[in-house]
């Protein structure tokens, strides 16, 4: 069965240090992944995605993630973090080769950015 | 066309009361989705719809819960005889067939609260 771990609940981090908020996935096949922001009340906001070539891939407000296929992980990083990045994280995976399209959530990573 | 729209933002209910939800999703895209997100949890996918047809359910979507999407284009979800476990955010997202690699526009979804 196809499964996206995240396994830090939450990530604490000082506004202007780098942050990094994990994410581990398993499907067979070639995946497409995803990183998702929410702020409270709000539905899901697309940051960036993992479909094939480099495996860095940058995407909005600075945010970035690596591909690694050996370790089967897709973390989020950011040279420098801003209050602002306070949010619920959520990873997410398309099977490659899914007719469907469907989604498969981590279970959120909360960054906790402070002054 | 200001992408996925969802009504209402909010609803309060009493146990036991039916609900419906509104989805209007990207004018040009052909699959609409239904996820649910309770407290702490990431998305769970419920159903999805390639224009006016229902492909697929999941397990989740008892039998109180029914979706349409009536000419392919806004869809909605309806709760029958609410139960407090049904209390989320409901959220709908809309994509391209074939291009779903690319990603899912995400309304602000719709928060039920049943009481």
């Known amino acids: 069965a196809q499964s996206v771990a995240q396994p830090e609940d939450q990530v604490n981090v000082a506004e202007g240090n780098p942050l990094t908020v994990k994410c581990t996935y398993s499907v067979s096949g070639n995946p497409y992944l995803f990183w998702y922001v929410q702020y409270p009340n709000r539905g899901l906001q697309f940051l960036l995605k993992y479909i094939t070539g480099d495996n860095l891939v940058k995407g909005s407000y600075g945010f970035e993630a690596e591909f690694n296929k050996s370790q089967t992980s897709f973390h989020l990083k950011k040279p420098s973090a801003l209050v602002s990045d306070s949010a619920l994280y959520f990873c997410a995976v398309i099977h490659g080769s899914s007719n469907t399209g469907k989604l498969i959530f981590g279970q959120g990573t909360t960054l906790q950015v402070k002054p | 066309d200001t992408g996925v729209s969802q009504n209402p933002r909010h609803k309060i209910t009493k146990r036991g009361q039916n609900v419906t939800f509104r989805c209007d999703p990207i004018s040009e895209h052909n699959r609409l989705y239904w996820y649910r997100q309770t407290l702490g949890q990431g998305p769970e996918f419920l159903t999805y719809f390639q224009n006016e047809a229902q492909l697929e359910k999941s397990r989740l979507l008892s039998d109180r819960f029914s979706a349409e999407r009536p000419k392919g284009s806004f869809s909605t979800l309806e709760i029958q005889r609410t139960e407090q476990g049904d209390s989320a955010m409901y959220l709908c997202?809309?994509?391209?067939?074939?291009?779903?690699?690319?990603?899912?526009?995400f309304g602000s979804g719709t928060r039920l609260t049943v009481v």
């Open positions: 997202a809309s994509s391209l067939a074939g291009r779903d690699n690319y990603g899912y526009t």
